[in-house]
């Protein structure tokens, strides 16, 4: 099992960039497909993460709404993944969760507790 704790989120202005993180607390970091998943003020969580990253971090994947605008990375020897965030929009404002899976297909077991980005016009 993984513990995963978030941490970086906080009040930027439309345009400003922001760097979450997300350490894994527990074995076997390496072996964990990572990934970001958010929800809106008023919303559902998205179904599909914003990015996800692969054991080896070789291969990454974007929703269409932050491709170009967000990068998601890991330190395995920091048990750490990230999501760096450039050019944030209003639409951005959500709470942001890291889950982790070490199945390459299925759901996703571990969350962590969340954590508040707010853009401001």
């Known amino acids: 099992q993984v513990q995963l704790v978030e941490s970086g989120g906080g009040l930027v202005q439309a345009g400003e960039s922001l760097t979450l993180s997300c350490v894994a607390i527990?074995?076997?970091?390496?072996?964990?497909?990572m990934a970001w998943f958010r929800q809106g003020p008023g919303k559902e969580q998205e179904r599909e993460p914003v990015?996800?990253?692969?054991?080896?971090?070789?291969?990454?994947d974007y929703a269409d709404s932050v491709q170009g605008r967000f990068t998601i990375s890991r330190d395995d020897a920091k048990n750490t993944v990230y999501l760096q965030m450039n050019n944030l929009k209003p639409e951005d404002t959500a709470v942001y969760y890291c889950?982790?899976?070490?199945?390459?297909?299925?759901?996703?077991?571990?969350w962590g507790q969340g954590t508040q980005v707010t853009v401001s016009t």
């Open positions: 527990g074995d076997a970091f390496p072996t964990y497909i």
């Open positions: 889950a982790a899976r070490n199945t390459l297909i299925g759901g996703w077991p571990y």
């Open positions: 990015a996800r990253i692969t054991w080896s971090g070789d291969a990454t």
